[in-house]
């Protein structure tokens, strides 16, 4: 009898109630952490500043240019000493000091083309940031019920260890009493300990399940978590709203995958507009203020400063490069080509998805319906043989059997409710997930 009730010292550290100091977590606090606690998203928000900047780099191709020089030479030998004499030019020391300010008048559409590319790597980023966040949201729900599972496995394991601990110390009575053989002792004890072997691991599977919510949610590993919303409940529309809340989802949002593949094919197209526009000619306005002075010595302030100012117009017309715009065009239409078709993928992905989803939930939902029944079922037949047992009318066997098999009932009920909860919730995130998130 000592054994038995070590056992349940032993197998209660698993499963007992949350302690004062635990973190108390719904699923809707959990979903909340997912952006502050998420890296990538902190990662993808840089990017994001940096296409922006990008932006601002191309708009810079229709402003002016402005430069500054200034410069000192020194002449050493010089066939023109003899010549010019006391005129400036040819002489020793030479200081110059000049301004230079080139306004682009036409580039033939270099600085149109290069600012759409960069809008739209912006917007190419800002979809990676909402998938990033869709996706993220989805995991932090799923790691949440199976937390979630697993904590109400470990409760229908600690259940079914206290049932087996009352036919041993029944057993054991009717032992004493010489109405039992030891075989049948002997028989629920051993039943007795496969059971808490196995409430041991259900419970080192609970803490590896909450380690992962933990890390996802970013709180501290050491800190136990006790979920506050129940595995099953018909909360999940509610849910399913505060999740694409969170994941900034809007009512009529399209999908995701599909908006990025447009992008992509947006973006080709631009490159490829803006390859053309590389060997256009490009007009620009040009003026030059200078400063020019020819001291005797190296002092720049002994003499008079003399003054050059020009402006004029410049084209600049490509001519041959050797057919590198070309190739390079022919490139472009390809990757146009590859981008549409990519397109076309995804829309056919996407659909596939949008029924594999629908189906997972339909089977979900009946399969919990199912369970559900089976639990009534197994509960019956458990309560029958456990007064069988008692009036002596049945084995040992018989009363095990009955057990593992409400235990397994119990549990395909709770793993249905599970998959219900994520199946529900990855549908009605669908919209905003990366191509491949939404599927089994």
């Known amino acids: 009898m000592a054994r038995s009730i070590s056992v349940l010292v032993v197998v209660a550290a698993l499963a007992g109630p949350a302690a004062a100091d635990d973190l108390t977590l719904t699923i809707d606090q959990a979903i909340g952490r997912v952006e502050p606690a998420a890296a990538a998203i902190a990662a993808a928000r840089e990017e994001l500043a940096g296409a922006s900047a990008r932006v601002e780099a191309a708009r810079a191709g229709r402003m002016p240019q402005v430069s500054a020089t200034a410069s000192y030479q020194r002449t050493i030998l010089s066939e023109f000493a003899e010549v010019f004499g006391d005129l400036p030019f040819g002489q020793a020391n030479s200081w110059r000091i000049g301004l230079n300010v080139t306004q682009p008048l036409w580039d033939g559409g270099r600085t149109r083309t290069a600012v759409a590319v960069a809008k739209l790597g912006v ?16 995991s932090v729900g799923q ?12 409760e229908i394991g ?39 072997t196995g409430l041991i691991q259900l419970g080192a599977q609970r803490d590896i399940a909450m380690a992962t919510l933990a890390r996802l ?3 501290p590993l050491d800190r136990p978590i006790a979920l506050a919303t129940p595995l099953e409940g018909d909360d999940g529309a509610a849910i399913s709203a505060i999740a694409r809340t969170q994941a900034a989802l809007t009512a009529d949002q399209p999908p995701i995958a599909v908006a990025t593949a447009e ?15 590389q060997v256009m000619p490009s007009l620009a306005a040009t003026t030059d203020f200078g400063l020019v002075d020819y001291p005797e010595d190296i002092h720049p302030f002994n003499t008079d400063w003399r003054t050059n100012w020009t402006v004029g117009v410049g084209i600049s017309i490509p001519l041959f490069d050797g057919f590198r715009a ?15 078709a990519r397109l076309a993928d995804v829309k056919e992905q996407v659909a596939v998805t949008a029924r594999v989803v629908d189906a997972q939930l339909a089977a979900a939902t009946a399969t919990w319906e199912q369970a559900r029944r089976t639990v009534e079922q197994a509960q019956r037949a458990f ?25 397994q009932a119990q549990l395909n009920r709770a793993r249905s409710a599970r998959d219900v909860r994520v199946a529900t919730l990855r549908r009605d995130l669908l919209a905003g997930l990366p191509l491949g998130a939404g599927g089994p």
């Open 158 to 196: 600690q259940a079914a260890l206290t049932s087996a601990e009352e036919t041993l110390a029944q057993t054991q009575l009717a032992f004493d009493h010489q109405a039992a053989a030891e075989f049948d002792v002997v028989r629920a004890q051993v039943a007795r300990d496969n059971q808490a």
């Open 263 to 277: 992008n992509s094919v947006q973006l080709r197209e631009a490159t490829l507009r803006q390859l053309g526009a």
């Open 123 to 138: 917007d190419a980023t800002r979809l990676g940031i909402s998938a990033q966040r869709t996706a993220l949201v989805l």
């Open 143 to 154: 790691a949440y019920w199976d937390a979630a599972l697993a904590v109400r496995a470990v």
């Open 326 to 340: 070309r190739a390079l065009e022919r490139a472009a239409k390809r990757d146009v080509a590859a981008a549409r």
């Open 217 to 219: 949610i970013d709180a």
């Open 383 to 407: 309560a029958i043989a456990e007064l069988r047992f008692a009036q002596g009318a049945s084995t040992h066997l018989e009363l095990v059997d009955a057990r593992t098999q409400l235990e």
